[in-house]
């Protein structure tokens, strides 16, 4: 074993220890555009939602996007889903479900544009909304919710059940490969993706006409033009008129922001300044790597770093994610890679892998840079930065990206793999643009990266 092999394996058990004296911690996409069409597969696991104890001195804490003054008693809901928040051991609100829930449950309802750090609960506010407004006596679809990819779609559908166990709540997936040709969608709540949620309608296997909630999870995504916008148009025009439109996302930059009000007219309007964007419990890291390839020999020499909790690697495109999966694999490391390329049951055998913990690392695209909430990912890398399609530096999906870590309080850590000076100048901008230091970690001492990441953690 060579010295550097000795130093990260004593890392790994210092790590180890650290994370494990600790409570565990709980987990966006690239040429990968979201999907615009997507298969149900029986899940592998149920999601664990484990609340931490440690979490209480942050729900304390009036500066905390986790802060709140109410309990969920005070906010309106039914007891059946009080009995399903209780069961997955949420103990208080978040700051955006204390002060969203109550103006998303008013009557007559209003539209909603909701802005909230990545991993502050957005999900239960929608679906608790959702399920508020179905009346289980009509056997129709009434809540219908949009998001950019598959995997995320299945998650938000994990939430709906978990939420609803105390509900007679009949639940459809809109996603490709769920629902068998000339079959109807008579459910009262259906999640899916764009692109077949408007093939359904069209085909006319679900009606919209009885639909009261309408919501966009990831919603400056799902309105992109260049991106699902056209699609989330075409299922918006089916809705009723008098349907509450509910969007929300961690970022709306200002060219979406003003179309978002011309979809959700009249809207209440929950917002974050640019500053509090990022999530202060994930620390942000960069290392200067010699040429693409030392990317490569930099990732293999962080294995076991990566594999102490769980982490995600990003690339830009899905032969990058296939090659760098493919050669660690080779090499005898344990990693999947996860892209729009995948067939649909694979694609959902990979994400149910990596949340049950499975496999630890995840080679993807942006097509999980969005909205995947897995508790355990402790470490996010941009092996490449991310970029718009004109190619300037994409400061939103970067948010995503890394907001993958640090879910609803716990830490975490990204590290941005640059390597010339055109990377080098994307992330300075990033960092730039969000106000958050990126600090230099060297690539050739092992040790003090070491240190620093333990630090991090810490
Ligand atoms: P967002 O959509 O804002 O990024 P999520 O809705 O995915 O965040 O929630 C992040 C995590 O926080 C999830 O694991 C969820 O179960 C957990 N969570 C949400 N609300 C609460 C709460 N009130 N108490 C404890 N945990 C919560
Ligand atoms: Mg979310």
């Known amino acids: 074993m060579s010295g550097d092999e000795k130093t990260v394996e004593s890392l790994s058990k210092r790590l180890g220890g650290i994370l494990g004296e600790k ?66 051991k949420f103990t208080k609100p978040s700051k955006i479900q204390e002060r969203a829930l109550p103006l998303l449950l008013q009557n007559p309802p209003r539209n909603m544009i909701g802005q909230s750090q990545s991993g502050t609960g957005k999900t239960a506010a929608f679906v608790l909304t959702m399920l508020s407004r179905i009346d289980f006596s009509v056997q129709k679809p009434q809540a219908v919710a949009l998001a950019p990819s598959r995997e995320l779609a299945r998650q938000i559908m994990d939430v709906v059940q978990a939420m609803g166990r105390f509900t007679p709540v009949r639940t459809a997936y809109a ?23 408007f093939d359904l309608i069209k085909t006319r296997a679900l009606d919209p006409s009885a639909v009261k909630v ?10 992109d033009q260049q991106g699902l916008g056209e699609q989330s148009i075409r299922v918006k025009n089916t809705m009723p008129r008098t349907c509450q439109v509910v969007l929300f ?24 300044k640019q500053e509090e964007l990022s999530v202060e419990s ?3 890291f960069y290392m200067d790597c010699r040429s693409e390839e030392h990317k490569y020999d930099v990732l293999v020499e962080l294995y076991s770093l990566l594999t102490i909790g769980q982490s995600i690697i990003f690339c830009a495109k899905r032969d990058t994610a296939d090659r760098i999966a493919q050669r660690m ?36 695209t942006n097509v999980i840079a969005r909205g995947i909430d897995i508790q355990q990912v402790t470490l996010v890398v941009n ?20 907001g993958r870590t640090g879910r609803f309080g716990r830490r975490g ?18 960092e730039k643009a969000l106000h958050c230091p990126i600090v230099a970690v060297p690539t050739d001492d092992v040790e003090l990266m070491e240190q620093t990441i333990k630090d991090a953690l810490k």
């Open 23 to 88: 409570e565990e911690k709980k987990l966006d996409w690239a040429d990968d555009t979201p999907d615009d069409d997507e298969a149900e597969e029986p899940r592998l696991s149920e999601p664990k939602y484990d609340v931490q104890v440690t979490l209480a001195d942050q729900q304390a804490d009036p500066n905390s996007p986790l802060f709140s003054v109410k309990s969920f008693e005070q906010l309106g809901l039914h007891e059946d889903l009080l009995k399903g928040i209780y069961a997955m």
């Open 175 to 197: 996603i490709p490969d769920a629902i068998k040709r000339g079959e109807r969608v008579d459910a009262h709540l259906v999640v899916g993706t764009p692109g077949k949620m």
């Open 214 to 223: 309408f919501v966009l999870d990831e919603a400056d995504n799902m309105l």
């Open 249 to 272: 996302s961690a970022t709306f930059p200002d060219n979406v922001r003003t179309f978002a009000a011309k979809f959700a007219p009249s809207a209440n309007e929950i917002r974050l």
């Open 282 to 284: 994930i620390r942000q």
């Open 329 to 364: 694999t080779a090499e005898g490391h344990r990693v999947d890679s996860l892209h729009g390329k995948l067939d649909n049951a694979e694609r959902d055998r990979t994400i149910d892998g990596f949340r049950s913990g499975k496999c630890k690392v995840l080679i993807a």
């Open 383 to 402: 092996y490449d930065m991310p970029l718009t399609q004109s190619g300037e530096p994409d400061t939103e999906t970067y948010l995503h990206r890394i």
């Open 413 to 430: 850590v990204s590290i941005n793999f640059v390597h010339d000076e055109r990377s080098k100048e994307q992330m300075h901008a990033i």
